[in-house]
């Protein structure tokens, strides 16, 4: 049975469509995994907008979340958990001493 030869685009797409299901795309430079813009507590996202000049030029742009990295007490074990400040203040977060 013959092998069929792929060209270089064939190949580009096999290596990063395998990166993508094991999960390599999320791991950056330092070793250290993305984490999405999200608030572990309440899911608090990022909201898109508009920014409006004063001339009334419309551009589309984001609004993220302000999420402080906390060392919190989940489970009964301290882990380092992203956080939307709102969650902070109101109690939501028990902080590990």
């Given at each position: 049975?013959?092998?069929?030869?792929?060209?270089p685009l064939q190949k580009k797409l096999v290596n990063l469509y395998s990166d993508v299901l094991c999960g390599k795309?999320?791991?950056?430079?330092?070793?250290?995994?993305?984490?999405s813009k999200q608030c572990e507590i309440c899911g608090k996202k990022p909201m898109v907008g508009n920014n409006?000049?004063?001339?009334?030029?419309?551009?589309?742009?984001r609004f993220n979340?302000?999420?402080?990295t906390v060392r919190a007490l989940k489970n009964?074990?301290?882990?380092?958990?992203?956080?939307?400040?709102?969650?902070?203040k109101s109690g939501n977060v028990v902080k590990a001493p």
């Open positions: 049975m013959a092998v069929r030869k792929q060209n795309d999320k791991i950056l430079s330092k070793g250290t995994l993305k984490m409006v000049s004063h001339a009334h030029n419309i551009n589309k742009r979340p302000n999420l402080q009964g074990q301290a882990k380092r958990m992203l956080v939307c400040t709102n969650c902070i």
